[in-house]
């Protein structure tokens, strides 16, 4: 267990490195999506954005590539804003992908269990343990998110792939 931790530990320190995260935690209640949506194009964070904030009814939340607009008065990375609602969606589409393949994803699960790597073996229980007995959501359930999800790539705010903690990528389309 001391092990996996310590694997962990450095599987989010590298993450954190790798796309300019100042920490991984600043997800909230309200901003659970916080360091976990990644650009597709340029590979930097996304932000949270509030549009029309002054006015209730049209108020939305919104996820840009910080790239767009890094350098003052000059476009930056080319990728599409994405809503708040759909990112909470394509995570309820990926958990039930995986209850649809079960299946599957036991196998390679119980495969992951006899690697030699400890994390690899500790993540391959936790989703075990997680898919057993699970059911199809219709609703966004941060804990679960926290359990499974590394990251989620978008791409021109029509695609977007969700990589699992333990590697496997799932891809969805956005309507």
């Not at 901003?31 to 996304?46: D, E, H, K, L």
């Not at 919104?62 to 890094?70: G, I, P, S, T």
Request: hydrophobic share 40%.
């Amino acid at each position: 267990m001391w092990e996996a931790v310590q694997l962990e530990l450095e599987r989010r320190r590298a993450f954190v490195q790798k796309y300019g995260i100042k920490k991984l935690d600043y997800a909230t209640i309200k901003n659970p999506f916080a360091g976990r949506v990644i650009c597709g194009y340029c590979g930097s964070v996304f932000g949270r954005k509030v549009w029309n904030s002054n006015d209730e009814r049209f108020r939305r939340s919104v996820w840009r590539c910080n790239n767009k607009y890094k350098v003052k008065g000059k476009k930056g990375c080319e990728n599409k804003h994405i809503d708040d609602k759909v990112l909470y969606q394509a995570f309820v589409n990926t958990f039930n992908v995986m209850i649809e393949n079960k299946d599957y994803f036991m196998d390679k699960w119980k495969e992951g269990i006899k690697s030699e790597n400890t994390l690899i073996r500790y993540k391959s229980k936790q989703f075990i343990e997680i898919l057993k007995n699970a059911k199809p959501i219709e609703k966004f359930d941060m804990d679960l998110f926290f359990s499974i999800v590394e990251k989620m790539v978008v791409f021109d705010g029509k695609k977007i792939i969700v990589r699992l903690l333990d590697g496997t990528e799932i891809e969805g389309v956005i309507k």
